[in-house]
């Protein structure tokens, strides 16, 4: 079982939507999340960060955290074809300079 | 002006070639690394240099080795290069060692003939 799981999708929805990405992870101690966004042939950028429990927004994004149930999750709402691309989450421990990366969601906005 | 550059973007070489990457950050970020990414996208870290010291040194093949002649340079050479080397490679930097916030180049892809 991979530490980080991650849907590789491809998730396609008609612009509009609200979007929800996800993933699981088996590692209790990680405490900083991230999603990073990569277009085609591009770079991935970082998106969202969030340290630990709860949610955090910004603009027509949402971050959230549930430690609990190891899961985190990305909504975009309001989508746009121009969100078309792979997100993937990232995680690591506090102390620990290493990120542990999901396989990528890739996301199909239909005009 | 770009924060991360790669050169070269794109690499058609046969097997048992040796090859290298180049990657420059002007940031004045401390920590820089290597990524492989496949084709199912799963990014794996390769390598990674701290203030021109290696911190991150995965299971890869020695036939790869880094370089890093100061803290905005990192380099990749590849030794008596393989199909399965075939992949696209960032180079990425943080401003911290231990950062999530990493900005990354835009890849080269490397494709082994």
């Known amino acids: 079982q991979k530490e980080v799981e991650q849907d590789p999708g491809p998730l396609s929805v008609p612009e509009g939507a609200i979007v929800s990405l996800n993933c699981t992870y088996s590692?209790?101690?990680?405490?900083?999340f991230m999603w990073y966004r990569q277009y085609s042939r591009k770079g991935p950028e970082l998106l969202m960060y969030t340290y630990s429990s709860g949610n955090k927004e910004d603009g027509r994004f949402t971050a959230q955290v549930d430690k609990s149930s190891k899961y985190i999750s990305l909504f975009i709402r309001d989508s746009q074809p121009s969100d078309s691309a792979t997100y993937l989450c990232?995680?690591?421990?506090?102390?620990?300079?290493?990120?542990?990366w999901g396989a990528g969601t890739k996301l199909i906005i239909k005009p | 002006d770009t924060a991360v550059s790669q050169t070269p973007k794109y690499l058609v070489t046969q097997m048992g070639n040796d090859k290298s990457i180049k990657c420059e950050q002007n940031l004045g970020h401390d920590t820089m690394y290597w990524y492989k990414q496949d084709s199912k996208k799963f990014l794996k870290i390769m390598f990674s240099?701290?203030?021109?010291?290696?911190?991150i040194n995965e299971t890869v093949p020695n036939r790869f080795s880094p370089k890093s002649p100061d803290k905005a340079h990192l380099n990749l050479h590849i030794n008596s290069l393989e199909l399965g080397d075939s992949a696209v490679y960032f180079c990425?930097?943080?401003?911290?060692?231990?950062?999530?916030?990493?900005?990354f180049g835009e890849g080269s892809r490397l494709t082994v003939l």
């Open positions: 990232a995680m690591s421990e506090d102390s620990n300079y290493q990120l542990i």
């Open positions: 990425a930097s943080s401003h911290l060692r231990g950062s999530g916030e990493l900005f």
């Open positions: 590692n209790s101690a990680f405490q900083y």
């Open positions: 240099y701290n203030n021109k010291e290696l911190i």
